[in-house]
């Protein structure tokens, strides 16, 4: 997120009458929704400073805003290309430092409205976790790192010595290159500790994911094939078969970033529609359906975090529907206390919960999957066993969901308690008190 400071950059513009314009003023501009008028302010401080940072990051969102994507990929180049590293604003000599890394790959900036809809925002988008909630308490120099293809392996010491570089890219998906690109860097650099080494995350694909998983005991993921552009319906539906899937299946688009384009196939007449509907997307994955809904018609989504190889429970969700959305919380729970009595039982003590069979075999994901830090959705399938649904680290905590629903606040917040000490303990610093 960014937002106005004061006194970054003051420049006039041209022409009688000029009045001052400033990044700070194409900020509050685009805040207020004057995406036009944003545009322009952006430009012109650009005109005055190509490289200044925020008139870039601030024209990319408001381009995108305006619907000119391919004007605002070539400005999120230039980002990458002036700034591959961003220093914090002060440098501290006596705490160490760490090197966020993200991708501006696939990213976009994109204005989106501020909760409670006061005015609007700037976010990255493109398959990325954020540290601000994660690590809130400033105990270390965060310098940013802009990953473009190889620019990172442009840094020298000079730029600042790292003590430790945390991977905060979440989706092999939209990723792959980026990560990929960071390995190589990471690699070049063999005493600097990482939180997320990247093949870690190019393991979570979907397809991945179910291969990884598929011999293990009391845990699984839905089998899934990853299917490449320009398939026919006979070519999926051969593929379909020879796998050993059965209707219905899933399909998604792989990398369109939203969930919207995830369908159920019910046979091989609503394939043909689908495939008809997602022409043009880069590839699809194929996942067997597993129907888990209770007699009653409710379908349960469990959620967690590991920190640390630590199991910690966040959310039980309840659904009527086959597509369990968070916020069916609010749809469904809300109006059933015995519900939300399953999910508060579940954040207290989530081995009574799910059994302690089942949370041993989740317990084995971090070291399975080769990571610090990442979120698990899950299920109980019909033969008892955990059936893992998706695995990513950009998974939302969602801190302020404990305001409506106080149970779980203080089990919220002991996961970025967990990252601090997981941070803490990489870059061996002694733990602060709390």
């Known amino acids: 997120m960014y937002e106005p400071r004061e006194n970054v950059l003051h420049l006039k513009s041209d022409g009688p009458g000029a009045i001052p314009v400033n990044a700070d003023q194409g900020y509050l501009s685009l805040r ?28 990319c969102a408001a381009l995108d805003e305006g619907g000119d994507h391919y004007g605002a990929a070539t400005m999120l180049r230039a980002v990458a290309r002036h700034h591959p590293l961003i220093p914090p604003h002060r440098v501290d000599p006596g705490l160490p430092s760490l090197l966020e890394i993200r991708s501006l790959e696939a990213a976009r900036y994109v204005v989106t409205r501020r909760s409670g809809g006061d005015g609007f ?9 954020s540290l601000d909630a994660l690590l809130p308490r400033g105990n270390v120099n965060r310098y940013l790192g802009n990953q473009l293809r190889e620019n990172l392996d442009e840094l020298t010491d000079e730029d600042g010595e790292m003590h430790l570089a945390v991977n905060t890219i979440a989706c092999p998906d939209t990723g792959e290159e980026a990560l990929r690109a960071l390995a190589s860097f ?13 093949d870690g995350i190019l393991a979570l694909s979907r ?72 022409e043009g997307s880069d590839f699809q994955y194929l996942q067997q359906f597993h129907d888990v809904a209770d007699p009653a018609g409710h379908v349960v989504k469990w959620r967690g975090f ?32 015995e519900l939300r009595a399953e999910e508060r039982r579940f954040l207290q003590a989530p081995g009574r919960a799910l059994g302690s069979g089942r949370l041993a075999a989740l317990a084995r994901l971090p070291d399975l999957l080769k990571l610090d830090f990442f979120g698990v959705d899950f299920t109980i399938g019909r033969d008892g066993d955990v059936l893992v649904l998706a695995a990513n680290p950009a998974m939302p905590i969602i801190l302020d969901y404990g305001d409506d629903y106080p149970y779980a606040k203080p089990h919220l917040a002991k996961i970025p308690a967990a990252f601090e000490g997981l941070v803490e303990r990489k870059l061996g610093m002694e733990p602060e008190p709390e």
Not at 121 to 129: P, R
Not at 208 to 216: A, K
């Open 32 to 59: 207020a929704g004057r995406f036009e008028e944003a545009r322009q302010i952006f430009r012109g401080c650009l005109r005055a400073d190509p490289t200044d940072y925020r008139s870039q990051i601030g024209l």
């Open 121 to 129: 925002k700037i976010v990255l988008s493109g398959g990325h976790f």
């Open 186 to 198: 990471l690699a070049g650099r063999p005493d600097l500790p990482v939180v997320n080494p990247p």
């Open 207 to 278: 397809d991945r994911l179910h291969r990884r998983l598929q011999w293990e005991a009391g845990i699984a993921a839905p089998r899934t094939l990853r299917l490449p552009a320009g398939l026919t319906a006979d070519a999926v539906q051969e593929r379909l078969v020879r796998h050993g899937l059965q209707y219905p299946v899933l399909l998604r688009e792989a990398l369109s970033g939203t969930t919207d384009r995830l369908a159920l196939i019910h046979d091989r007449s609503w394939l043909e529609v689908w495939l008809e509907q997602s």
């Open 306 to 337: 590991f920190v640390d190889g630590t199991f910690y429970p966040a959310a039980r969700v309840v659904s009527d529907t086959w597509h369990v959305r968070m916020g069916d919380r609010d749809r469904l729970m809300a109006e059933h206390e």
